[in-house]
């Protein structure tokens, strides 16, 4: 079957920290991976995708994610983290050419301490 | 960069009653759309998608005479909950996706339907 999974719901991490979001899929063919960000009230807005190449791919605000075909895994980080980044981070994954159809994971709540 | 945008950004109404979201491209051509709806605490999951000029794709389980979606134009796409009951409360969102632009989409800010 095919999934997302986002094992962390909450996380909580201090300003200036490093952050390291989870995320692992189960996808029959080769997948487009992506992360978006959802503030409240906003809709979910593109961080970074990947297709293929390079597996360590470079996002917007900072942020980069590395594709680990051996582990399934699509992990999101940044090594500092700022008061402005706390928001909910979804994984997604879709076939290519498929634009739509994307899986979505259950999310992660970052909080950020002061 | 590319604006979607979703109206009512709220709205309650009583159980039976037809509620319509309006989700529209700002700044693009839009001739896919896409509705997806959320849980708490879940991920989005696709609805439909919406063709312009033709009639919308509905995903497994989701029914479409509860569910209506018309793609009037390029750039506007409409979901009818019919006689809504409190389980379609929920949080709807649309996406689409920019010509040009692989297999990114573009969301709005979502929907949050409460049916007393």
């Known amino acids: 079957a095919q999934s997302v999974t986002q094992p962390d719901i909450h996380i909580t991490v201090s300003e200036g920290a490093s952050l390291e979001l989870r995320c692992n899929y189960s996808y029959g063919a080769t997948p487009y991976l992506f992360w978006y960000v959802q503030s409240p009230g906003q809709g979910l807005q593109l961080l970074l995708k990947y297709f293929s190449g390079d597996t360590l791919v470079q996002g917007i605000k900072g942020f980069e994610a590395e594709f680990k075909r051996s582990q399934s895994s699509f992990n999101l980080r940044k090594p500092s983290v700022h008061w402005s980044d706390a928001a909910e981070y979804f994984c997604a994954v879709g076939a290519r050419g498929s634009q739509g159809n994307l899986i979505f994971g259950k999310g992660t709540k970052l909080s950020v301490k002061p | 960069g590319a604006v979607v945008s979703q109206h009512p950004s709220r709205v309650i109404c009583k159980s039976g009653t037809s509620v319509k979201i309006e989700c529209r491209s700002l700044?693009?051509?839009?001739?896919?759309m896409f509705w997806y709806r959320q849980f708490p605490k879940q991920s989005l999951m696709l609805m439909a998608t919406s063709n312009e000029g033709s009639k919308a794709t509905y995903e497994q389980g989701v029914e479409k005479d509860k569910f209506l979606i018309n793609h009037a134009s390029l750039t506007l796409s409409t979901l009818t909950v019919t006689s809504a009951h409190p389980e379609d409360s929920s949080f709807y969102i649309c996406s689409a996706p920019r010509t040009g632009v692989t297999d990114t989409q573009y969301f709005g800010p979502g929907t949050r339907l409460t049916v007393l």
């Open positions: 700044d693009f051509q839009a001739t896919t």
